[in-house]
């Protein structure tokens, strides 16, 4: 289960989340949360849908608490090259549509990010979130409408169009 999710989770992550190592760790902590919990999971599908769901709590956990530890900060002369996902993050297109995307409604924000980053489908977004589809469906236009007009608008702001 590690090597089919653990990629794409770090990157659900990432979206709540400013350091990969942090994020990394958010996932680390999903499964070992999971693994504890299986005792308790009637469904075996519905494992993954658990999983995610501890992913989006700990990462929400993580930014209301402000938990970036002393070890997730990178030292003031690390010569180590920036990574990819790094130079990605700093792309001002890159920027406002996340700063624009956590500034969403959580089950908005929540929605996006997995039908967007990790492909889920409106039922498999259902389970994960405990909502109904219609809910889903709803959240997902919403979200859609307002991170539109947020990138729009920011972009406007920048003299970008």
Do not use: W
Not at 46 to 55: D, F, G, K
Not at 74 to 83: E, K
Not at 143 to 161: F, Q, Y
């Amino acid at each position: 289960m590690f090597g089919e999710h653990a990629r794409s989770l770090v990157n659900l992550a990432r979206l709540f989340v400013d350091n990969r190592d942090a994020a990394e760790d958010i996932v680390q902590e999903s499964f070992i949360r999971l693994a504890r919990s299986l005792h308790r999971i009637e469904d075996d599908d519905r494992a993954a849908a658990y999983l995610r769901s501890i992913v989006l709590n700990l990462a929400r956990d993580h930014n209301r608490r402000g938990l970036l530890s002393l070890r997730h900060r990178m030292p003031a002369n690390d010569l180590d090259p920036v990574g990819v996902d790094e130079q990605i993050a700093d792309r001002d297109e890159h920027r406002r549509v996340l700063a624009a995307l956590r500034g969403l409604p959580r089950r908005q924000r929540d929605c996006l990010a997995l039908h967007y980053l990790l492909e889920l489908s409106v039922p498999e977004m259902a389970d994960t979130l405990g909502l109904s589809p219609n809910s889903v469906k709803t959240h997902l236009k919403r979200g859609l409408a307002t991170l539109r007009i947020d990138v729009e608008l920011t972009s406007i702001g920048e003299g970008r169009r």
